[in-house]
């Protein structure tokens, strides 16, 4: 059960890191169907409705995720955190390694934006959850 849901919180968890690539990275051009939709000759209007519709598939993926971690119990949670955390650490660090030094720089610098960017989520999680506590 274990490996079942952590092999379902990182299905959830890929499709978020394609979608957080920087335009004109690799996913415009692979990754996520990206070839397929490019021999489409989609316009505009098109992309951005595709793209609203698998932003809307990932939190529909990650909300049903999320519904069945919440039934495990605090300390298999706990460890399926870290263990997931270790596994995206490994796997940073052996991207990073096949980068040049100057991209190396970039990496961290996207690393760093995208970790102040997860922080003022969570800020704003935060303070939206307390809002709505107020208001009822």
């Known amino acids: ?3 079942t849901l952590i092999a379902l ?4 968890t890929l499709p978020t890191l394609a979608m957080a690539m920087p335009e004109g990275g690799p996913r415009h051009e692979r990754g996520f169907g990206g070839h397929m939709f490019k021999e489409l000759n ?3 209007e098109q992309r951005h409705e595709i793209g609203k519709l698998m932003r809307e598939q990932m ?3 990650h909300d049903i995720t999320q519904r069945y971690l919440d039934k495990l ?6 460890a399926m955190q870290e ?10 660090d052996a991207i990073r390694a096949q980068l040049k030094p100057e991209q190396q720089k970039a990496f961290d610098d ?3 934006k995208m970790e102040e960017r997860r922080a003022e989520r969570a800020e704003f999680e935060a303070w939206k959850a307390e809002k709505d506590k107020k208001a009822q």
């Not at 119990?73 to 706990?78: F, M, S, T, W």
């Not at 263990?83 to 940073?92: G, I, P, Q, S, Y």
Request: net charge positive; charged share 40%.
């Open 73 to 78: 119990p605090a300390a298999e949670r706990k």
């Open 83 to 92: 263990e997931l955390k270790a596994a995206e650490t490994k796997n940073r």
């Open 42 to 44: 989609l316009t505009q």
């Open 9 to 12: 919180l990182l299905a959830a």
């Open 1 to 3: 059960m274990r490996k």
């Open 110 to 112: 996207l690393q760093k």
């Open 59 to 61: 939190k529909s993926r």
